[in-house]
């Protein structure tokens, strides 16, 4: 049944780009190759259907993800702008990521990278930049922004490795990865690079877990001899600095 309704989908989709080639060449090269990217599209849509019925146990049915998760919807704009882009239609695939911005809230720039098993949950608000690199079966929540920082150029925007999941209202910003497993909790803002399977926690992220358990912290430490002192650290930075233009200046001297 399935097989049908893509061809058929196929046929009129041939029609409707190819038109008179169709009926020039003969129609079966150019079924065969829109049956193919129809074939590849419905493949991509029943993926993401997939991974928001396994991840979110608020999705009763496949017809409801498909119809009212604005995150499926913003995928779906999504795949079709990164082929325009990949194309080098760079206005159109802008047009269709802001005609997707406009009915989700989510802004996906058709140059990032995204993998398999994406799920945006509640979509709003959510940003991915240009160079943003997202790794098969990651999550993201409400707020999301997978930003640049403003002082990169080229590669400005994070990479996410596998299963990594990004809490509401989190921001990733700038070039690093967060790696494979890892959580980012919500409201984090995430500067650094995250080892795999670690929980990043706070304002700038630190990682309070790794592979499921406690990072000590230097609060934690019962080490109550050897605590820093920051007035000390001042002063040493000054004197070093004396000490340095001190010596410009002996040099200046010795060059008149
Ligand atoms: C971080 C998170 C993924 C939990 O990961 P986890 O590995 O199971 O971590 P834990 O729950 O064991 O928490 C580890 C520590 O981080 C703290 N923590 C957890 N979430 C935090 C947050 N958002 N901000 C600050 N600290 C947080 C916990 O209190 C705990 O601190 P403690 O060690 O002092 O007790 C989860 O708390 C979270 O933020 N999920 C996002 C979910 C979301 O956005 N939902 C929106 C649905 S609409």
Do not use: W
């Not at 008179?20 to 493949?43: F, N, R």
Request: hydrophobic share 40%; glycine share 10%.
């Amino acid at each position: 049944m399935s097989e049908r309704l893509e061809d058929v989908l196929a046929l009129i989709g041939g029609y409707a780009i190819f038109g008179a080639e169709m009926v020039k060449e003969g129609a079966a090269p150019l079924i065969d190759k829109v049956s193919a990217e129809v074939h590849a599209a419905l493949k991509e849509i029943r993926t993401d259907i997939d991974a928001v019925r396994a991840r979110d146990p608020a999705a009763k049915s496949d017809i409801e993800v498909l119809l009212l998760y604005s995150g499926v919807h913003a995928l779906l704009a999504y795949r079709v702008s990164h082929r325009l882009y990949l194309s080098k239609h760079y206005f159109s695939a802008r047009l269709v990521s802001q005609l997707a911005r406009f009915f989700t809230g989510v802004e996906i720039h058709p140059g990032a990278t995204i993998g398999k098993g994406l799920v945006i949950d509640h979509g709003a608000g959510v940003v991915i930049g240009e160079t943003a690199e997202i790794g098969d079966n990651c999550t993201l929540y409400q707020g999301v922004t997978l930003g640049g920082t403003g002082k990169d150029l080229g590669k400005r925007h994070p990479t996410l490795g596998d299963g990594v999941l990004v809490g509401a209202g989190a921001k990733v910003l700038g070039p690093f990865t967060v790696s494979d497993g890892s959580k980012v909790a919500a409201n984090a803002v995430v500067l650094k690079e995250i080892p795999e399977n670690s929980t990043a926690v706070g304002i700038p992220a630190r990682v309070v877990k790794r592979d499921g358990a406690r990072v000590a912290s230097p609060s934690a430490d019962l080490d109550h001899v050897h605590i820093p002192d920051p007035v000390k650290d001042e002063i040493t930075r000054l004197e070093q600095r004396l000490a340095e233009m001190q010596k410009q200046l002996e040099e200046l001297k010795s060059t008149k």
